[in-house]
């Protein structure tokens, strides 16, 4: 009898997930609001430098920085919001219209914790190549030794995408 009890309450507690998903999806929504912003204020300082012929704004690394940035957030917000999906699905509930859906997204279709944390993974590993990118264009280079530097990175990036994708 005590049992019984304590396992209906302990399977009742799985509930609590709830929050991480309520959460993650705000974070998402937040990423997505963000990023959309920064291409906004790219588009606008484009308009600035071309119409308005104001110069005194590096339109090159500037744009391309917050446009790489905007990329980035997107990808976060994509983190957030498979886990989001990842989490509900496996803890609280299957999500019955996304099966009868005609245009049914495997992507945010998740059926155990493995495929969560591979799709996660993936993700992951794009935003931190995105990162990287961003952090290259502001960078400068003075010595040879530092552009080896680059170039080896650049390899070890290739070669993590090779193999994660091989998977």
């Avoid at 391309?64 to 957030?73: E, F, Q, R």
């Avoid at 019955?96 to 493995?114: F, H, P, R, T």
Wanted: proline share 1%; net charge neutral.
């Amino acid at each position: 009898m005590l049992s019984k009890i304590f396992e209906k309450m302990l399977w009742g507690s799985r509930h609590i997930t709830i929050l991480p998903v309520i959460f993650g999806i705000i974070g998402a929504v937040v990423c997505f609001i963000i990023a959309s912003y920064d291409i906004l204020r790219v588009l606008f300082g484009a308009w600035d430098y071309f119409i308005n012929n104001n110069k005194a704004i590096d339109l090159h690394a500037d744009a391309i920085g917050a446009l790489v940035g905007g990329i980035d957030l997107y990808l976060m917000a994509l983190v957030l919001f498979i886990f989001s999906f990842g989490i509900y699905e496996l803890f609280i509930s299957e999500i019955d219209i996304m099966k009868s859906s005609k245009n049914n997204s495997k992507v945010l279709e998740i059926k155990n914790l493995n495929e969560l944390k591979d799709k996660l993974g993936k993700v992951i590993v794009m935003v931190l190549i995105v990162n990287f990118f961003q952090r290259v264009l502001h960078s400068n280079f003075s010595t040879p030794l530092e552009l080896v530097y680059l170039a080896v990175s650049i390899l070890a990036l290739c070669l993590a995408l090779y193999f994660l994708h091989k998977s």
